[in-house]
């Protein structure tokens, strides 16, 4: 196994290297434009950036954001199954460490602190990027893990734009998406609607349920479908952008979705047919208007926005003359009110400040109707955000950014965050980059005012993280290279767990201290000749993220071993090649073995053995008068393996989807 | 570029290794079999599936966990409750899994299940051929035949009159020809259950949350309520100890605790004349004669005083009179089995299962 991984880390390592053959070899095409990132900005110095490429999020358009973190980014996904919840975590740390905004507002569920990334299609993602650990206080406080940041972009050169996608996939699988964009240089509108369904019912052989051969007295193991594991999602998103001069950006964003699944019985069950039958229903709305003033005196923003969600979890029987019997019924209302004015100059060409004010509300009502048990709290947030950033010649940049947080009035630790680039060649874009930083996280609403054991008293998780790094990227010709390796170390005191309680109940309580150390490697590549292009990205982690605090009792055995569901390698790779108007994409995803248990027990029950995921795809691209038309064919878990990856909940195997775009 | 394709090729071929699903069936078996010792039944987390059976054979001292998988490749499910000896072979209660698994006592062998029952807690056999189960959600008992394994009809107890819905079963102890059974939910009942006629013919109404009782040698029922919980809909009072006398039903409160303990687990020894609880420690409550005295504490839990929990299950080895106390730690690792002797003296420690929560004694 270890074999693998070295194989792995070796050939992308070793990729720039090969780069350098190739194009002394192949390449004599004479130069043409390669958008390279620049990464030498003092706005960003001493953090780490990830922007993923706008041609795999047009690639990827039909997958959720889940999928595509986990196959192009270094952010580990916990995923629950196909078309089920999916939590992301950054460099060991916990989903709720993760914050996550879409145009510039945080829509982070302020009662659970995390975001299903199953729900968000990428579709309607025009810009994704990620801040790696403390970078993210730029954004805001609390991302101890980094922060996910999705935009909506508008495309002013078009003057009118309409396409649709068509996807039909197996186990009842259907995806469509349509967008219309329409306007001119000084207001534009984007209009998309979205639309995906699945009946998910892939057959396993059920490991879990065992039946006696009458005749051999043999166990065994019927072949199951994934019953109740259906899935639903449909949404809007409408973007109005208005220019009225060429100082003044105004726009209005407001995205709706509606999502509904069924949640599959474990596998072992064998209760009634007509019991215990789980459904999710979620609706969210949200809105964003923003105002940018490119005034004399520096860029004045003032952005409002608000998230709503409802989430509604049903577990119901069916009972003969009484119909539907809810067994629990809970029903969460969430609704965020979120507030920002900042302010940005430039004072000569080497020095910047920024300043930022956030004002936020947030309030949850929740409540099982069943029971009666559930809470309603609210929480206010001010936040207020000072940088200042430095060039010193053309080798040095420095950037020093400070955060004061309070809330429901009450100060929270100062946030401060120091940051360096520094040009190691004269005219390369090799650069090392270090910073040392402390966040602080607040507990969730849930952590705090639960029923029944929420803590009040529960005090901030907080993060002390230091990292540094090399980045290199070159631009010859028509080929890019991009490579970034980064080693961090985060000590996370006050990390708040749930634990037990009495018979039944749990309690979250500050106890654990979580020293969090690890390596992200990260490489692109990519070029053209003639009719040929290539593109190769990957990324490689090594994640050690563990347990540091005193054992509960003497028997305790969790002190000093890895964090549950953490894998310590993780990486993945997508190659994409393209001929004439054909592409072929293959892509590959794997992780080490993760553990169930906090004491990281190897039994076979509790560990979840290394994951290895291949899936292809293959296309072409054609024109018919004024259309623009493709079609493509993907193929995934390529060579059908059986794997499972969370206990007890087989995957599907091979599987297909076609995928047909028009272009207007 | 041929210099890329075969590094990728390489690389390929490489990956085509295949994940470890088959390790989870393809290895060797437990055979064993054993004539005395304790089971104890670890539930595991909820909808994991990863609940487990472990076996101390307190001659040799041998903890075997894990007992089901490694002897018959079958996962036990998800969160085993509980688990009852009849004769030779034992019924293991799933509650999330909706069965009960029939295993050889002895072997461990899989024998059969009993399947199509909505959240299962208990078993408890009225005869050999007709046994009840109790349940959380169905809002009723189901009856069962544990010779040809099928359910063969149930009880109804539901209750939509207070707001709630009420009578959720929970543990079952028989008085000549009744069946008496705690709804621990929002509740505050113990119901009387004729198991002749397979009807609910009386409730006894008794403090908030029952969640525990037994049955002494002078034939009086103990129930332990831990009184709901501060902010509950259904209310909150203090938790109490009560005795029911089991022929006339009536009841009387023996014990109040403070408002903000959490008593549970309440237990007996063999002889029927000593009971046994946990409310952060382990308590006993002897029962001499009318008027029993206050719970003594007996042995405290190793957890600082910021930890509500600590002890998680407790049960008495009818005959040798031995305690077994459970300790889930922070329930996402194997839990501790602390033996101890009847008269305070510690005997053993066990590594077992996640979250360890009853046991069950086999007796030679």
């Known amino acids: ?664 | 570029m041929k210099q890329l394709f075969s590094i990728l090729l390489l690389l390929l071929a490489a990956l085509t290794s295949c994940m470890k699903d088959d390790e989870l069936w393809d290895f060797e078996r437990l055979g064993v079999d054993k004539l005395q010792g304790v089971f104890i039944i670890n539930e595991g987390n909820f909808t994991y599936g990863n609940s487990s059976l472990s076996f101390y054979d307190v001659s040799s001292g041998e903890v075997l966990n894990d007992i089901f998988y490694n002897t018959n490749a079958l996962p036990l499910g998800d969160v085993a409750l509980s688990m009852t000896i009849r004769d030779s072979l034992a019924y293991v209660v799933v509650n999330n899994s909706g069965r009960i698994y029939v295993m050889s006592a002895s072997t461990f062998q899989y024998r059969g299940k009993i399947t199509g029952l909505t959240s299962p807690r208990y078993i408890h056999f009225v005869s050999d051929s007709k046994a009840y189960v109790s349940d959380l959600y169905a809002r009723s008992i189901a009856i069962i035949n544990p010779l040809s394994m099928e359910v063969t009809g149930s009880i109804d107890v539901g209750n939509t009159q207070g707001g709630f819905h009420q009578h959720s079963s929970e543990q079952m102890l028989q008085y000549g020809k009744y069946v008496y059974t705690n709804c621990w939910s929002f509740d505050n009942k113990v119901l009387v259950i004729d198991s002749e006629r397979d009807v609910v013919v009386d409730s006894i109404e008794v403090l908030k949350q029952p969640n525990s009782m037994v049955m002494d040698r002078y034939h009086n029922l103990w129930v332990l309520s831990d009184g709901g919980f501060e902010g509950s809909p259904y209310g909150y009072e203090a938790p109490g100890l009560m005795k029911i006398e089991a022929g006339s039903r009536e009841a009387v409160v023996v014990h109040r605790f403070e408002r903000g303990e959490q008593p549970s687990e309440l237990h007996i020894n063999g002889g029927g004349d000593t009971l046994w609880f946990l409310n952060r420690h382990l308590y006993r409550l002897p029962l001499e004669g009318e008027a029993p005295t206050l719970p003594e504490l007996f042995v405290e839990s190793p957890y600082g005083p910021g930890f509500n929990g600590g002890f998680y299950g407790l049960d008495i080895d009818p005959a040798s009179s031995e305690l077994y106390i459970s300790d889930a730690v922070d329930y996402v690792q194997r839990g501790m089995v602390y033996r101890i002797a009847a008269n305070g003296v510690p005997m053993d420690t066990l590594r077992v299962g996640i979250s360890p929560a009853s046991f069950c004694f086999k007796q030679e």
């Open chain 1, 1 to 664: 196994m270890k074999r693998i991984w070295f194989i792995f880390a070796g050939l992308l390592v070793a990729a720039p290297l090969l780069s350098q053959g190739i194009r002394d070899s192949l390449f004599t095409i004479e130069a043409v434009e390669v958008t390279g990132q620049r990464s030498f900005i003092k706005e960003e110095a001493g953090g780490k950036y990830t922007v993923v490429d706008t041609s795999i999020l047009k690639e990827k358009a039909s997958l959720s954001l889940s999928e595509l973190l986990s196959e192009n980014t270094s952010v580990f996904i916990k995923s629950n199954g196909r078309g089920a919840m999916a939590t992301a975590s950054f460099r060991g740390t916990a989903a709720s460490h993760t914050q996550v905004s879409w145009n510039g507002i945080s829509i982070s569920s302020p009662m659970l602190g995390m975001v299903d990334f199953s729900l968000i299609p990428v579709y309607i993602i025009d810009n994704l990027s990620l801040k790696h650990g403390a970078a993210s206080i730029s954004d805001r406080g609390g991302g101890i893990g980094g922060s996910i940041n999705i935009e909506n972009r508008p495309q002013w050169e078009e003057k009118f734009a309409l396409s649709y996608i068509q996807g039909v996939g197996s186990y009842g699988t259907f995806d469509e998406y349509l967008q219309l964009g329409l306007g001119n240089t000084k207001i534009k509108s984007s209009t998309r609607l979205y639309h995906n369904q699945s009946q998910n019912d892939y057959t396993f052989i059920n490991r879990g349920i065992g039946n006696l051969d009458p005749e051999t007295g043999e166990v065994e193991n019927p072949l199951d479908t994934n019953k109740n594991g259906s899935y639903l999602r449909y949404g809007l998103v409408q973007e109005l952008y208005v220019r009225p001069h060429k100082d003044h950006l105004l726009s209005l964003v407001y995205w709706g979705q509606f999502g509904q699944r069924a949640i599959p019985w474990p596998t072992s069950y064998e209760g009634p047919d007509n019991a215990n039958l789980n459904k999710q229903d979620q609706a969210s709305h949200k809105v964003v208007a923003r105002w940018k003033y490119y005034a004399p005196v520096g860029k004045f923003e003032l952005r409002s926005g608000y998230s709503g969600i409802q989430m509604d979890y049903l577990q119901e029987r069916k009972v003969p003359g009484l119909g539907t019997v809810p067994d629990i019924y809970s029903v969460s209302d969430q609704n965020s009110f979120l507030n920002t004015l900042s302010y940005e100059r430039e004072l000569g060409s080497r020095f910047s400040v920024e300043g930022k004010l956030d004002v936020n509300h947030h309030e949850v009502s929740t409540i099982d109707t069943v029971s009666g048990l559930g809470y309603q709290e609210q929480r206010n947030e001010v936040s207020l955000f000072a940088a200042f950033r430095k060039s010193f010649g053309e080798r040095l940049n420095m950037n020093l950014m400070l955060r004061q947080e309070w809330v429901d009035g009450r100060a929270v630790p100062f946030i401060p965050f120091l940051g360096v680039d520094y040009r190691l060649l004269k005219g390369e874009e090799l650069i090392l980059k270090a910073s040392v930083a402390r966040n602080y996280h607040q507990p969730t609403l849930n952590d705090l005012y639960w029923q029944p054991n929420g803590n009040p008293d529960l005090l901030p998780e907080e993060g002390f993280t230091m990292e540094a790094g090399l980045e290199y990227q070159k631009s010859f010709r028509n080929q890019q290279v991009k490579t970034g390796l980064t080693w961090y170390r985060s000590d996370i005191e006050n990390w708040i767990m749930w634990i037990p309680s009495t018979r039944m109940n749990l309690e979250p309580i500050n106890i654990e201290e979580v020293l969090s150390t690890g390596l992200e490697y990260d490489l692109s590549f990519r070029g053209e000749l003639q009719n040929f292009s290539y593109g190769i990205t990957g990324t490689y982690a090594y994640t050690s993220s563990e347990n540091r605090g005193d054992p509960l009792v003497w028997g305790d055995e969790s002190t000093g071993k890895q964090l549950v569901y953490i894998p310590l390698h993780s990486g993945n790779m997508m190659l994409n090649l393209g001929l004439h108007n054909y592409f072929f994409t293959y892509q590959f995803n794997a992780y080490s073995e993760r553990f169930t248990t906090s004491s990281n027990d190897l039994s076979r029950r509790d560990w979840l053995y290394p994951y290895f995921m291949n899936d292809v795809s293959v296309g072409g691209e054609f024109r018919i008068k004024k259309v623009r038309l493709s079609a493509e064919f993907k193929v995934y878990n390529l060579f059908n393996e059986s794997y499972h990856s969370v206990l007890y909940r087989p995957m599907p195997g091979r599987n297909y989807m076609v995928v047909i775009k028009f272009n207007l």
